[in-house]
């Protein structure tokens, strides 16, 4: 799983980034999680490295910040490792392996000629997570508008949890416009986040060989009316 999350994510145009598992009491406060709930350290190695991570998000936002700094504010980044909590009892430390992603500034010019590129926006995200859950079609999840539980730093308005059976998974979506001034970035940024753990106890598909089309591939822009009231879910579905 955490293979084939790096190989997607990478062939989808990211750069892997690798940061500590640490988290500041800033960093924590800025990403909506309680202090009581997140892991402190007892003999933290610096000031800003007081907490074990609740996320992969902070640090691919860490990265962006300082990139853009530099003058690189277009950036995808992307990240597999581990987040920490107390578990149910609250006496031992439950780990998971998450991937996530960040894409951040503007997308990179097209191959036609018109295609100047613009800012990200939630359907890119949307986009790549459709490709990483296409890797695990056993787990059938599904994306969820509007769930409880969305990290506090998502656009109540651009994002979506991801469910496998029923429980999260996950999440994609904007950052809100009033969180990003706390790492300077200066335009729009996207995100997501996968539990690969979750990811892989989804039982396996038996795989079936599909001819390849003898079609080239045609990149088109189309338009679908739906009413306003239906379902995205079920949109997707049929």
């Known amino acids: 799983a955490v293979r084939g999350a790096r190989f ?17 009491e800033s960093e924590l406060d800025w990403s909506g999680e309680s202090r009581e709930g997140a892991v402190a ?11 074990l991570r609740t ?6 936002l860490r990265a962006a910040s300082y990139n853009a700094r530099r003058g690189r504010p277009n950036l995808r980044l992307f990240e597999v490792g ?6 149910a009892s609250g006496s031992a430390v439950s780990e998971r392996t998450v991937a996530a992603a960040l894409l951040c500034g503007r ?3 097209g191959l036609h000629w018109r295609n100047k590129g613009r800012q990200v926006d939630f359907h890119d995200a ?21 769930a409880s539980g969305l990290p506090a730093y998502l656009h109540p308005k651009a994002a979506v949890a991801v469910l496998i059976e029923g429980k999260p998974a996950g999440f994609c979506g904007l950052l809100h416009p009033g969180k990003l001034g706390f790492w300077g970035l200066p335009g729009p ?22 001819a390849f089309s003898p079609f080239p591939s045609v990149v088109r822009d189309i338009s679908l009316l739906f009413d306003s009231a239906a379902d995205y879910a079920a949109i997707t579905a049929s």
């Open 82 to 87: 581990r987040r920490y909590a107390w578990d």
């Open 55 to 60: 996320g992969l998000v902070p640090g691919l």
């Open 41 to 51: 350290l007892a003999n933290p190695i610096a000031a800003d490295q007081a907490f």
């Open 107 to 109: 997308t990179p010019a």
């Open 126 to 146: 949307a986009g790549v997570l459709d490709a990483l859950l296409a890797l695990w079609p056993g787990a059938a999840a599904q994306r969820a508008p509007g």
């Open 8 to 24: 997607a994510l990478a062939g989808l145009g990211f750069s892997e980034v690798v940061n500590t598992d640490f988290l500041s």
């Open 189 to 210: 940024a996207a995100v997501l986040s996968l539990d690969l753990d979750a990811l892989c106890a989804a039982p396996a598909p038996r795989r079936a060989f599909r």
